[in-house]
T-cell receptor, first 112, second 113 residues
Framework: KAGVTQTPRYLIKTRGQQVTLSCSPI?????VSWYQQTPGQGLQFLFEYFSETQRNKGNFPGRFSGRQFSNSRSEMNVSTLELGDSALYLC???????????FGPGTRLLVL | GDSVTQMEGPVTLSEEAFLTINCTYTATGYPSLFWYVQYPGEGLQLLLK?????DKGSNKGFEATYRKETTSFHLEKGSVQVSDSAVYFC????????????FGKGTLLTVNP
């Protein structure tokens, strides 16, 4: 079974731009979670989706948003990029809530 | 709120040495506990997990026991290899409608030949 895939793997943007990242979960998994990883703050939870509904959201500004499609694929969007948004963005999927989360390779975003 | 505290390292060992990475947690209810490993330039890989008190998770020679009385989930391996060099993260997921992992800050392990 294929693992979690994320596209693109690397991205360079400039301040003020917006960016959309994509995540395809493991086949059959309906829950998708997003995390931000930075050297200073570590791994922080962004949001989680299940069956196209956001069930939980972390403490990030409204510039960070996401959605999930009927095929369970998910996208996250960051608008008005700031230098501090430079990070590795990780997506994880699980079969249902409270189950183990399996991570993708991440998208490394650099904001200049 | 939920939190995870793990020794930050870095930890440097010689091949075949014994490894312990300490992890303690604070959580509401009865969380599930996890160890993830991250190799350079990659995402997180699940190493092992335990879902209730006294459970022992194990994988690839690594072990960790869920200790409710000490709120701990220490990672151990009897004989490390160079290929074990990576960053190790302890994490928890609380019960209820939480749906998120709370991570420790990670421990960088370097194993020298």
């Amino acid at each position: 079974k294929a693992g979690v895939t994320q596209t693109p793997r690397y991205l360079i943007k400039t301040r003020g731009q917006q960016v959309t990242l994509s995540c395809s979960p493991i086949s059959g998994h309906r829950s998708v979670s997003w995390y931000q990883q930075t050297p200073g703050q570590g791994l922080q939870f962004l949001f989680e989706y299940f069956s196209e509904t956001q069930r939980n959201k972390g403490n990030f500004p409204g510039r960070f948003s996401g959605r999930q499609f009927s095929n369970s694929r998910s996208e996250m969007n960051v608008s008005t990029l700031e230098l501090g948004d430079s990070a590795l963005y990780l997506c994880a999927s699980s079969s249902h809530h409270q189950e183990t989360q399996y991570f993708g390779p991440g998208t490394r975003l650099l904001v200049l | 709120g939920d939190s995870v505290t793990q020794m930050e390292g870095p930890v440097t060992l010689s091949e075949e040495a014994f490894l312990t990475i300490n992890c303690t947690y604070t959580a509401t209810g009865y969380p599930s506990l996890f160890w993830y490993v991250q190799y350079p330039g990659e995402g997180l890989q699940l190493l092992l997990k335990a879902t209730k008190a006294d459970d022992k998770g194990s994988n690839k020679g690594f072990e960790a026991t869920y200790r409710k009385e000490t709120t701990s989930f220490h990672l151990e391996k009897g004989s490390v290899q160079v290929s074990d060099s990576a960053v190790y993260f302890c994490a928890l997921m609380s019960g209820g409608s939480n749906y998120k992992l709370t991570f420790g800050k990670g421990t960088l392990l370097t194993v020298n030949p």
